[in-house]
């Protein structure tokens, strides 16, 4: 409960599936996650609500994955794509 009084989701071994799930009431607009392998990686982390989008930005980046935004009130979420010729 203090965490989430100074603004904090404290996330600990939770599959980024659930995290987005509780970062959609902060966040202004549709998050949309488009792999579901992405989604089951799990995350440890401390994310500040005040600012969402850098939240979800921390929360994806060390798992592969990758935000585009369509729009102003779209954002899709998806597993980095890698560089041609390499896997």
Not at 19 to 37: F, H, N, W
Not at 39 to 57: D, E, F, K, V
Not at 68 to 84: D, H, K, L, M, N
């Amino acid at each position: 409960v203090a965490a989430w009084r100074q603004w904090q989701l404290l996330v600990n071994d939770r599959p980024l599936a659930e995290v987005i799930e509780q970062l959609r009431a902060y966040y202004p607009g549709v998050l949309l996650l488009q792999d579901r392998a992405l989604g089951q990686r799990r995350i440890t982390a401390s994310l500040n609500l005040r600012s969402p989008g850098s939240a979800l930005q921390l929360a994806i980046a060390p798992l592969g994955g990758q935000l585009t935004q369509w729009g102003p009130y779209i954002t899709v979420i998806r597993e980095r794509a890698s560089p041609p010729g390499k896997k």
